[in-house]
């Protein structure tokens, strides 16, 4: 069910990706340090129609910080002996993988656990004795009497120890079928200084297809200036951090190395992170003076769709 990556990487300049969380522990590794979401863009070219995507999106713009003391996707960080359950439901069962998940008697839920909210309401959760993160989209509690537990619109597992992508044409808890939690902004990174890995947002209209790493898209038009599922976008390295808080300076470095990649459809140019009371709102707030034509579209793909490899990086 699921695809590893084309390539077997024998050389690589960036360092591992360690998750400083307090419940992961210092050198937890959320997938390996060849995995696409870890590579350093900033050597890249710039993708010919670069202009017309951003244009597509919006060139006057603006990006917004997606997360913050009380808004973000949460996630929770579980042991190997919490125990699994199979959701009773879904609604697009055959992209899912429909193994049980470790999912804790209150989780966190998206938007919060009340029933009525409505939203993307996601269930991120990482065993980290296991080193596997299980993933739900469209989570809500089931109680009718007949059955018990939870519903959800879709799901994916990932094993964090290898670079295994979903089938081709499967989507995942995120339209684009990449993990959510990978590609989020979390505030032990930020207050180590560095973010190692590439920044999920949304755009309001994407095309008909995907790029590697994505493996599913939700378009509905074949418009070649439209972005597809897994476009990489990077931030200007001309761009000047100059009057940016502490916090949106750290977030401004990993945009110009490691980039954005499109995961799913939602407001224009809205980056995720993860909810956490001690970030600092004023200071995320900021990023909003970062602009659409801020932005670059980078060739991540050649002519036949495979990935291009980061300088340093090598395949057999």
């Given at each position: ?100 998940y470790p999912i804790p008697d209150k989780p966190p839920i998206e938007g919060g656990p009340d029933a009525g909210a409505d939203g993307d309401r996601h269930v991120l959760i990482v ?63 930020v207050d180590r200084g560095v973010i190692d890995h590439a920044i999920r947002f949304t755009v309001r209209k994407s095309a008909k297809k995907y790029w590697f790493p994505a493996s ?73 003076k970062v602009k659409g034509s801020d932005f670059e579209v980078i060739e991540s793909v050649d002519a036949k769709g495979k990935p291009i490899l980061p300088p340093g990086m090598k395949?057999?």
């Amino acid at each position: 069910m699921k695809r590893a990556l084309p390539f077997a990487a024998v050389a690589l300049l960036a360092a591992a990706a360690l998750a400083d969380d307090s419940d992961l522990g210092p050198k937890f590794q959320v997938f390996p340090a060849d995995n696409p979401w870890h590579w350093d863009i900033s050597g890249y070219k710039v993708h010919p129609n670069s202009a017309k995507f951003v244009e597509s999106i919006g060139a006057d713009g603006t990006m917004h910080a997606d997360w913050g003391t009380d808004f973000g996707i949460p996630y929770c960080v579980v042991t190997g002996k919490q125990a699994k359950q199979k959701i009773v439901e879904w609604e697009y069962g055959d992209e899912c993988d429909k193994d049980p998940y470790p999912i804790p008697d209150k989780p966190p839920i998206e938007g919060g656990p009340d029933a009525g909210a409505d939203g993307d309401r996601h269930v991120l959760i990482v065993d980290r004795d296991n080193m596997m993160l299980y993933e739900l989209w469209h989570v809500f509690p089931v109680d009718d009497g007949k059955k018990k537990g939870w519903k959800a619109g879709s799901g994916a597992i990932f094993n964090l120890r290898t670079n295994d992508r979903r089938k081709e044409g499967w989507t995942s808890a995120d339209a684009a079928g990449l993990s959510v939690f990978a590609g989020l902004v979390r505030y032990e990174e930020v207050d180590r200084g560095v973010i190692d890995h590439a920044i999920r947002f949304t755009v309001r209209k994407s095309a008909k297809k995907y790029w590697f790493p994505a493996s599913h898209h939700a378009g509905r038009a074949d418009d070649p200036n439209l972005p597809p599922m897994g476009m990489r976008v990077r931030l200007k390295a001309s761009f000047d951090d100059k009057g940016f808080g502490k916090q949106s300076k750290v977030v401004i470095a990993a945009l110009k190395k490691y980039g954005g990649i499109l995961a799913d459809n939602g407001s224009d140019w809205f980056f995720t992170g993860a909810v956490d009371k001690r970030w600092k709102d004023d200071d995320l707030n900021g990023l909003k003076k970062v602009k659409g034509s801020d932005f670059e579209v980078i060739e991540s793909v050649d002519a036949k769709g495979k990935p291009i490899l980061p300088p340093g990086m090598k395949a057999k």
